[in-house]
């Protein structure tokens, strides 16, 4: 793996192989998180993310014989009664939920992100988030074309978490490496998210940043030479196909 890459992809793709596209039975998804976690790019691997609807499941699965994630992360769109469950849940890690949510706060080893809207302004919601003692988590896609945040918006977000000194969690539709242009309109890519976080949290301006996120290959693989310290401020990516952007990055000898 090349020297520059290492840190910046260390435990950087949440497993979210229940929610779509993928939405894999939660026993054949444990089976793969599992088969991951112990694979040569385990390293790669973060958490394991179930919805809080579904904890019950996942317990049935374990005990069933499958085995429990090390790490996992609940999606928490109404926690409801299993407020009190989730400090006693193994293994947590992490909580999400859209903002305005109310979460418990389990202390500082369980990690709390408020989910943003690209339909709000952004300066007020990371207040918000900033005052909750929380981070941040943005979509980069979706089913429509609307879903994919303009490079203009997602740049406001990850500068305006560098200012903050808010950690960034980013999900849906970060499949490939790089930016790239689909039958259904422009995608983002990862690794341009990471330069964009690194630069950001050297004082980039927004039209660096705007530049960074919008650059396509062949000329966005420089962009690799550029991801030092990225992880400073992009904490994690969510995924629902951990294979998926470890082949590309494989596909382009960068694994």
Not at 13 to 28: K, N, Q, S, T, Y
Not at 121 to 149: F, N, W
């Amino acid at each position: 793996m090349p020297s520059l890459l290492v840190s910046a992809v260390g435990h950087l793709f949440d497993d979210a192989g229940v929610f779509p596209p993928a939405r894999l039975p939660m026993a054949e998804a444990l089976a793969a998180h599992a088969r991951a976690t112990s694979g040569p790019y385990s390293r790669l691997v973060g958490p394991f993310l179930c919805p809080v609807s579904r904890l019950d499941e996942l317990d049935a699965c374990v005990a069933s014989g499958l085995p429990r994630p090390r790490q996992l992360g609940v999606i928490a769109y109404d926690v409801g009664r299993s407020g009190r469950r989730l400090g006693a849940t193994p293994g947590l890690v992490q909580i999400e939920a859209p903002l305005g949510t109310p979460l418990p706060d389990l202390g500082g080893r369980v990690r709390r992100y408020f989910e943003v809207s690209w339909r709000t302004p952004m300066a007020d919601q990371l207040d918000a988030v900033l005052a909750a003692g929380a981070r941040v988590k943005v979509r980069c896609g979706g089913p429509t074309r609307d879903d994919v945040p303009s490079c203009h918006r997602l740049a406001d977000a990850v500068i305006g978490c560098a200012a903050r000194g808010l950690a960034l969690k980013a999900t849906a539709g970060l499949h490939q490496p790089f930016r790239y242009r689909g039958r259904d309109g422009p995608h983002h890519g990862f690794v341009n998210l990471l330069a964009a976080a690194a630069a950001a949290r050297v004082g980039g301006g927004h039209h660096d940043v705007v530049a960074i996120l919008a650059c396509e290959e062949p000329q966005a693989a420089g962009l690799v030479e550029v991801v030092a310290r990225a992880r400073d401020l992009l904490a994690s990516i969510g995924t629902s196909s951990i294979d998926e952007p470890v082949q590309a990055l494989v596909t382009r000898g960068l694994l």
